[in-house]
């Protein structure tokens, strides 16, 4: 949850601040429980957008609710102004931390313009970020057979790059993304680290609110 509790905290700062920017937060709000509704390995869903997902792995739950949230900000929300830059932040994979470790979050993007400024931001802040790469190879192995797409690649080769090509299927043409994974950073554990006291860090919401400044 530390995602959405991170968007939550940086409109409440935008708005406190009274940044002149249009800012559109969305959060993906879930039980996450056992239950007679809940899926299983093999079974095939439809995703908002319509495309369909078989379940590889059911500890692969964030990134269903992230795509179909996506889904909902870029055509379903009911918006004086569609959003043409998204930012996405989610502890979506232990993979990123294999990769990063605890100092840095993994951004991936489709535009390099939003890379740069991000990574620009992101030194500035203090929250740092490090690009990573969403390649063809990456792409290719979140097709389905089955399905369109399947939730988690097979193995444990590049886990946090599959996830957020996963992701980018559910970003519509023309937009500017940027999915940060926080699954390093957004919990030092229990002993202070730096200027963290122990636990969760809030980390995103100075890099996000230093962006929105700047825009």
């Known amino acids: 949850m530390m995602g959405a509790a991170t968007v939550l905290s940086t409109m409440k700062a935008a708005a406190t601040l009274k940044l002149p920017v249009n800012l559109v937060g969305a959060v993906g709000l879930v039980e996450n429980s056992i239950g007679p509704d809940s899926y299983f390995p093999s079974s095939i869903l439809t995703s908002l957008k319509g495309l369909t997902v078989e379940v590889l792995n059911t500890d692969a739950e ?3 609710v992230l795509a179909d949230l996506l ?6 929300a009911k918006l004086q102004k569609t959003p043409s830059t998204i930012i996405d932040l989610a502890t979506l994979t232990g993979a990123i931390i294999v990769s ?7 951004l991936f993007a489709n535009s390099s313009r939003l890379s740069e400024k ?3 931001t992101g030194t500035q802040s203090g929250e740092e970020l490090w690009p ?3 390649g063809p190879e990456h792409t290719e192995r979140m097709k ?9 690649a097979a193995g444990r080769e590049a886990g946090a790059c599959t996830a957020a090509a996963f992701l980018a299927n559910f970003v519509e043409p023309g937009k500017e993304w940027a999915h940060l994974d926080i699954a390093g950073t957004a919990d030092v554990g229990d002993k202070p680290k730096g200027f963290h006291p122990g636990g969760v860090t809030g980390f995103g919401v100075q890099l996000l ?3 929105l400044r700047k825009k």
């Open 144 to 152: 389905g057979g089955l399905a369109d797409l399947v939730n988690a």
């Open 118 to 120: 991000l990574m620009a």
């Open 71 to 76: 889904t909902y900000v870029q055509t379903q």
């Open 100 to 106: 990063l470790g605890s100092r840095r979050a993994g």
């Open 132 to 134: 990573m790469p969403v």
């Open 209 to 211: 609110v230093d962006y």
């Open 62 to 64: 964030g990134r269903l």
